[in-house]
């Protein structure tokens, strides 16, 4: 089993609909998530963390922990064109330190 | 807002070169890392740094070294360069544990 696994996809969502986003993570005890947006050719870009089980939201942008089913997801609502790109899930793993270990992400399209 | 800079956005170099990819941040961040990012596999870890001329291994240090002579400059060192290395190489750094990164621009290199 992968540490961090996500669904490669293409997901493809309509304009304005939600795109929803999941990855699982092999690590019960990990503490600290966050989801990166990769555009094509371009380097990641942090957009949301969270760390607590819950929800946590930021614009458009909703993340959602479940600590004990080891999964953590994205929801971008009223999705946009522009939206399109490679959603990467990272993960702190115990005794990690500092250091991210990422999923393999996710293509998001959304269409006109 | 930090500025993770990696010198080069693209290189190509020889079989058998020693390449040197340099990243600087401005952000007096402790923790700097190196990745390389290839289709399928994801990002994976190749070296990290936590202090001053303090270096550890990743997932796949084989076929390199690092540099870490001044806090802001993390330095990646392939010592032969050989055709298995060409991949998008990306350098971050963070300021604290458990906190996400920022990454810089990334640099593809190739190997011919």
């Known amino acids: 089993q992968k540490e961090v696994e996500q669904n490669s996809g293409p997901l493809s969502v309509p304009e304005g609909a939600i795109a929803s986003l999941n990855c699982t993570y092999s690590?019960?005890?990990?503490?600290?998530f966050f989801w990166y947006r990769q555009y094509s050719g371009k380097s990641p870009e942090l957009i949301m963390s969270?760390?607590?089980?819950g929800d946590k939201e930021d614009g458009r942008f909703t993340a959602q922990l479940n600590k004990a089913s080891q999964y953590v997801s994205l929801l971008i609502r009223d999705s946009q064109p522009s939206d399109s790109a490679t959603y990467l899930c990272?993960?702190?793993?115990?005794?990690?330190?500092?250091?991210?270990?990422f999923g393999t992400g996710t293509q998001l399209k959304v269409e006109l | 807002d930090v500025k993770v800079t990696q010198s080069s956005r693209y290189l190509v170099k020889r079989t058998g070169e020693k390449v040197f990819l340099e990243c600087v941040q401005d952000?007096?961040?402790?923790?700097m890392f190196w990745y390389r990012q290839d289709p399928g596999l994801g990002l994976r870890l190749i070296y990290f740094?936590?202090?001053?001329?303090?270096?550890e291994k990743g997932d796949i240090p084989e076929g390199y070294s690092v540099s870490r002579e001044k806090k802001e400059r993390f330095s990646l060192i392939l010592e032969s360069a050989s055709t298995n290395q060409t991949s998008m190489y990306l350098c971050?750094?963070?300021?604290?544990?458990?906190?996400?990164?920022?990454f810089g621009s990334g640099t593809r290199l190739t190997v011919v």
């Open positions: 971050a750094s963070s300021f604290e544990e458990g906190r996400g990164y920022t």
């Open positions: 690590d019960r005890v990990s503490q600290s």
């Open positions: 969270i760390y607590s089980n």
């Open positions: 990272a993960v702190v793993l115990t005794g990690g330190g500092n250091k991210l270990t």
């Open positions: 952000m007096d961040h402790e923790n």
């Open positions: 740094s936590y202090d001053v001329k303090m270096k």
